[in-house]
């Protein structure tokens, strides 16, 4: 046989082997499509969160938009907010493995908003305090949340430097219930600055809410660096020093005991800029996981060493959570919120409200009413506050 014919049954061969192959990808309706569908959607899975083939990088974020409902007992209105309880934004973060025990990344993060639910108010303005900004907030922004770095050790732990949060971050905000969308435990989160209306409906010209209802006062987020250990027996410690002269240290722990699953945290820290603060809170959280029913209370305070001024605010929340429908559970609680400020009064809010979650959209749903009333130390008569809240976020 020469070298024509044996390069003719080869080709003849191959082609006897391959037409039953290339007639069935020619099929379109037999499983070659769906392969190739599912290879296409796999591309499409990783396009947005490939990086290089050290260091990979994934996209994140969520929308928060809701309608807040609000009436100081002078004027009432409608407006639409960001919701200031989980605000949106975007980010990215990647990480790399050096090796089997240590690895290192980094997270840029922007909160991008356009009227934010504790910026907005009723068009008042305190001289020297607050603009009056009504229902547009300051008119959108968009600010950097977190610039950071961290080299991590699976034995020792890790360091994060950079615009990130502090160690006693959260630690005023153990919650197993997930209702922290609309019944957050650290600050008002909707109505900080409108001005207090006084019983004679003229404008307190001293006070506005976040006087009365200032938060958790934890450290945030700053120029920071801070030491993270690892999680042992449900434990974590965080230290911090930042810009400033700001210093922290949050301890956290979670674990579960039979059907009882609990969550707490405790924090110090100490705020050096401008008069020396102290700041000490902490909060827990517990849940019967088959019944969903749960209790959740936080405690804050904060004293000025210079002045000898103490502000302390105090909440518990319970409720239940449970899988009611197919979309996903259902949580509905009642709340409570106690504050006294030395330099203003004292305040107290009541509450209620349901977050259900929607599994396959990543989405949750919620409501929230609240009652406040403020007790101020002048002796002026105030205007009890009441807000709606309803809305929905979205995580990607």
């Avoid at 639910?117 to 959108?140: F, L, Q, T």
């Avoid at 002048?378 to 205007?383: I, R």
Wanted: hydrophobic share 35%; charged share 25%; net charge negative.
């Amino acid at each position: 046989m020469n070298t024509k014919q044996i390069a003719y049954s080869a080709l003849t061969s191959a082609l006897f082997f391959t037409l039953p192959t290339i007639a069935q990808a020619a099929d379109f309706g037999g499983d070659c499509c769906a392969d190739l569908e599912e290879r296409v959607a796999v591309l499409e899975a990783t396009s947005a969160r490939k990086g290089n083939r050290t260091i990979k990088l994934k996209i994140y974020g969520r929308v928060n938009k809701a309608l807040l409902f609000w009436d100081n007992g002078q004027d009432s209105d409608v407006y639409n907010v960001d919701n200031d309880s989980s605000i949106g934004r975007i980010g990215v973060r990647g990480k790399a493995n050096i090796n089997s025990q240590w690895s290192a990344g980094y997270r840029i993060e922007l909160s991008v908003t356009s009227a934010e639910s504790d910026r907005v108010d009723a068009g008042h303005e305190i001289p020297g305090k607050n603009d009056a900004n009504g229902d547009d907030g300051d008119g959108g922004r968009i600010e950097i949340r977190r610039n950071e770095m961290f080299i991590k050790n699976k034995t020792f732990g890790s360091i994060t430097w950079g615009r990130t949060h502090h160690g006693m971050y959260h630690t005023a905000k153990a919650d197993l219930s997930g209702t922290h969308l609309v019944g957050r435990n650290d600050g008002l989160r909707y109505i900080e600055d409108f001005v207090i209306i006084n019983s004679n409906g003229s404008v307190n010209q001293n006070t506005d809410w976040d006087d009365i209802f200032a938060g958790d006062f934890d450290l945030s987020r700053d120029d920071v660096i801070r030491y993270d250990t690892p999680t042992i027996a449900g434990f974590k410690v965080s230290a911090s020093w930042g810009e400033d002269d700001e210093y922290s240290v949050g301890v956290f722990y979670a674990g579960e005991f039979g059907d009882i699953k609990i969550a707490a945290a405790a924090g110090f820290g100490i705020d050096e800029e401008g008069d020396r603060q102290e700041i000490l809170n902490g909060s827990g959280s517990i849940m019967h996981t088959p019944t969903g029913l749960f209790l959740t209370g936080s405690y804050a305070t904060r004293e000025d060493d210079d002045t000898g001024d103490e502000e302390e605010t105090y909440q518990i929340k319970g409720g239940v959570k449970q899988s009611w429908n197919s979309f996903g559970t259902t949580a509905v609680y009642g709340e409570y919120i106690g504050t006294d400020v030395d330099t203003h009064g004292e305040g107290e809010i009541w509450g209620l409200g349901v977050v259900q979650k929607i599994d396959v959209a990543s989405m949750e749903l919620y409501a929230g009413y609240r009652h406040y009333e403020a007790d101020l130390d002048s002796g002026v008569a105030t205007e009890d506050f009441q807000t709606v809240i309803t809305g929905a976020r979205i995580k990607f």
